[in-house]
Nanobody, 125 residues
Framework: QVQLVESGGGLVQAGGSLRLSCAASGRTFSRYPMGWFRQAPGKDRELVAAISRSGISTYYADSLKGRFTISRDNAKNTVDLQLNSLKPEDTAVYIC??????????????????WGQGTQVTVSS
């Protein structure tokens, strides 16, 4: 069983930055491809970024490339998401997820096995 706990969300003005962190329990964290998703009110959950278990390979939603950066530290059991140049439309609950098999990142939500509770990001105009 893996537990994921997100932190780092908050209220920020448009153009600002935030760094989200997801802490995972368990000694096998380095085996899990990870992802960050977000869900805005009234909208479907969407993939923001994903990372392979080694951290070498990453994926970003096309609309977010260049503004968000995903990274991981397997020694600390954390995966971070750096959010830059934030826009009001980035307002959402940001949720990290882990897949319990495979090595490369995955982009399909149904492939993830563990989910955190999420952290709220609110961007004011």
């Amino acid at each position: 069983q893996v537990q994921l706990v997100e932190s780092g969300g908050g209220l920020v003005q448009a153009g600002g930055s935030l760094r989200l962190s997801c802490a995972a329990s368990g000694r096998t964290f380095s085996r899990y491809p990870m992802g960050w998703f977000r869900q805005a009110p009234g909208k479907d959950r969407e993939l923001v970024a994903a990372i392979s278990r080694s951290g070498i390979s990453t994926y970003y939603a096309d609309s977010l490339k260049g503004r968000f950066t995903i990274s991981r530290d397997n020694a600390k059991n954390t995966v971070d998401l750096q959010l830059n140049s934030l826009k009001p439309e980035d307002t959402a609950v940001y949720i990290c997820a882990a897949r319990s098999s495979g090595s490369n990142y995955v982009t399909d939500m149904v492939e993830y096995d563990y989910w955190g509770q999420g952290t709220q990001v609110t961007v004011s105009s």
